[in-house]
């Protein structure tokens, strides 16, 4: 039992080595890993930088991810800033309702 410890121990320790890199690495993007508003669109946008999208209603939605199953409302509601400024849980959440909407009425789904 006490060598079962010790190596869950020793997995823990890894992870959490993992974690702190990972949230070195994060802290290091733009808006700090959160979402972007798109300060022309006002929706999530895919990339750092706007651009046309050829087929907007392609099934990619991964730039929601942070939404669900992430917590950016949470995070956002802590104060995290966004590119276009604002920072705030309500700001985020209209910007993904955008996103949902400017996809689905392309026929996204």
Known sequence: ???????DMALHA????L????ASLLARLPG??????SPTTG???EFLLDHE??????RHWSHLWPFYPGDAQASAALG????????HRQELEDAAVRTMQHKLAAGGG
Do not use: M, N, Y
């Not at 039992?1 to 190596?7: C, T, Y």
């Not at 890894?14 to 080595?17: G, K, P, R, S, T």
């Not at 700090?32 to 508003?37: F, R």
């Open 43 to 45: 929706r999530i946008q």
């Open 19 to 22: 974690a702190e890199e990972a």
């Open 80 to 87: 995290t800033t966004t590119a276009s400024g604002g920072g």
């Open 32 to 37: 700090q890993g959160q979402p972007l508003v």
């Open 14 to 17: 890894a992870d959490l080595a």
């Open 1 to 7: 039992a006490a060598s079962q410890w010790w190596g």
């Open 53 to 58: 999208e050829p087929d907007p209603g392609h």
